[in-house]
């Protein structure tokens, strides 16, 4: 009897361990703006269990936070909140050119069953000892100056990531576009929200909506396809469009660089179908109204359609993309890739249009005005490398 009370013992002291080592519940990925417009928002945040998550919003007056209860908004989908890990919540109902105050939240979910939900933890941010997140919406399409800066293949090197922001005057700035490759690949969530997710957050995100750009990095390793969880945009594909103030953004997707059937790809690359498709909408979309009255057009594609050493997704990209720019009144394309500086001039490489790709150590500073375009290429000392000038067509 003695030694089976000294098992019991032992098992119960184990399970306590077991039970206090136990992870606590906690975000992941922290949170950041997605899909800002003058009425509606995405914030997009991740959790290490399952959870329900939800944002209250409060407008930007004198009242303290806690002074009314707030609207709430959740991650849900066909009028049930959803209980995964990666949440995604739209606020919607909201004022042009409006400043708004926000908190979010997680509460996990340890059993969903049909009847019978059991419930955890809940985490926000502290709204009483802190100020809350804000964000402001965007301001009518006409608008006649805009500021943003460019940042590629960071490749999870945080550290330079956050020396290249911090030389970009940040109190003006409308948004930030990744231009691609700021991870090594797609294998484990954790590299993106370590590798620079959470680092964007610290730096602009939870302020200061941001828009991504696929590079082949991203397209690679087991959780690709989660690509878009993350980065939710208007058509559901890493391909897309949105207007700032006078300019209309073409993000293009290049896809891999090597043929599908590479083995580095496992037989499971269908890329040359896809960039097909996507040459189709993109054909659509440089003949549309919204593309041919913009004052500006401003493509983003991190595999640019230059080169000398021509591999096969930069082939398909110089075969199904670029007779359609050429065509298309392009002002200037934004890259990256190379790793390296290098601008190319209409007349170039076959371009009817100037392509500058920026290198993994610089930031591009971009200012649009009503008459121009102003781009200021800095490194992480703040020196201006280069410096290029578009006027207004």
């Known amino acids: 009897m003695p030694k089976l009370r000294s098992l019991i013992l032992l098992?119960?002291?184990?399970?306590?361990?077991?039970?206090?080592?136990?992870?606590?519940?906690?975000?992941?990925?922290?949170?950041y703006l997605q899909n800002l417009t003058d009425s509606t928002v995405t914030v997009v945040l991740a959790t290490n269990r399952p959870s329900v998550a939800w944002v209250e919003i409060a407008p930007d007056d004198q009242t303290h936070f806690y002074e009314r209860e707030r609207q709430k908004f959740f991650d849900s989908q066909f009028g049930h909140k959803s209980t995964g890990t990666i949440h995604r919540i739209t606020v919607n109902g909201l004022k042009p050119d409006t400043k708004y105050r926000y908190r979010i939240y997680a509460r996990e979910v340890f059993d969903n069953g049909e009847r019978k939900v059991r419930y955890g933890d809940v985490l926000a941010n502290d709204v009483f000892r802190k100020e809350p997140y804000e964000f402001k919406t965007t301001g009518p399409s006409g608008k006649d100056k805009i500021h943003f800066a460019v940042f590629n293949d960071i490749h999870e090197d945080t550290e330079r990531y956050a020396d290249l922001f911090n030389q970009i005057d940040s109190k003006d700035i409308d948004f930030i576009v990744l231009n691609g490759d700021m991870t090594n690949?797609?294998?484990?969530?954790?590299?993106?929200?370590?590798g620079y997710l959470n680092k964007t957050s610290e730096l602009f995100a939870r302020t200061i909506p941001f828009y991504m750009v696929r590079g082949n990095h991203e397209t690679r390793g087991r959780l690709q396809n989660n690509f878009i969880e993350q980065f939710p945009n208007s058509t559901g594909q890493p391909y897309y469009t949105f207007s700032r103030g006078p300019v209309f953004f073409v993000v293009l997707d290049g896809g891999?660089?090597?043929?599908?059937?590479?083995?580095?790809?496992?037989?499971?690359?269908?890329?040359d179908n896809y960039r097909t498709a996507e040459a189709n909408w993109l054909r659509d979309v440089v003949s549309s109204p919204e593309y041919k009255n913009a004052q500006y057009r401003v493509v983003l594609l991190h595999i640019p359609p230059v080169g000398r050493r021509e591999w096969h997704g930069l082939g398909e990209i110089r075969r199904k993309f670029l007779p359609i720019l050429n065509d298309a009144n392009v002002?200037?394309?934004?890259?990256?890739?190379m790793h390296q500086a290098l601008y190319y001039a209409p007349g170039e490489e076959g371009l009817k249009f100037p392509v500058i790709v920026n290198s993994n150590v610089d930031v591009m500073d971009v200012n649009v005005y009503d008459k121009e375009i102003d781009i200021k290429i800095k490194g992480r000392d703040g020196k201006v490398n280069r410096t290029y000038s578009y006027p207004a067509k």
């Open 11 to 31: 098992l119960s002291l184990i399970t306590c361990i077991g039970l206090s080592a136990e992870e606590k519940f906690a975000l992941t990925c922290q949170p």
């Open 185 to 194: 690949n797609m294998d484990r969530m954790s590299q993106l929200y370590d």
């Open 256 to 271: 891999e660089d090597k043929p599908d059937n590479d083995i580095e790809y496992c037989e499971l690359a269908d890329f």
């Open 331 to 337: 002002d200037v394309m934004l890259s990256g890739h």
